[in-house]
């Protein structure tokens, strides 16, 4: 008879830790970790968590838990510089970044309408995000990213409803070097082959989407 109940017994184990990690997530998010350099994310990405466009500060509600924590661990290692960034990473454990990027995975995203690269294409941001410029190397953005641009697992990001000047300074990282945590320098290249005016206008566009 004691066996039969092993199996009851051991989902309300599971589901106890997993209320407990997702209590220590949100204790994260909106308090700071143990480590005194770990400070509230919430100060920064807002306490809905879709970040502050006037600040550049990106959207992290509903991103994948995957894609958050590579963030981190890129962070950490140096091949995503930010000055913000590194330091709480590092100061980060282990189980503060599965508690954190759960929590932040299971908030919920914008809405945003879906549309494929055959939707129609007006202005420069809307040809580069839906068509690219092949002529130069660049593909269309939602290629990867997805109709729209809302993300394709833990690979490509969501671009829709990012802040522009987020946007602008992630191609501007790759551009520069300062970013090389993606498959084969691929944004790096990407990046290089855009114009100032062309990174303005395609990031100006993404961040349109879910108003």
Known sequence: MTLTYWPLAGLCGLLLATQAQAV???DIYTQGGAAPAVTACSSCHGADGMGMAAAG???LAGLSAEYLTKQIKDFRSGTRANSVMQPIAAALSDDEVTAVTQMLAGMPAPEVERFSR????EGLGAVLALRGAWERNI?????CHGPSGVGVGSAFPPLAGQPSQYLTAQLNAWRQGTRQNDPNDLMGHIARSMTDAEIDAVSRYFASLSQ
């Open 24 to 26: 220590e997530g949100q």
């Open 57 to 59: 500060f990106p959207r």
């Open 118 to 121: 055959s939707a129609e294409a």
């Open 139 to 143: 593909p269309a953005c939602v290629a």
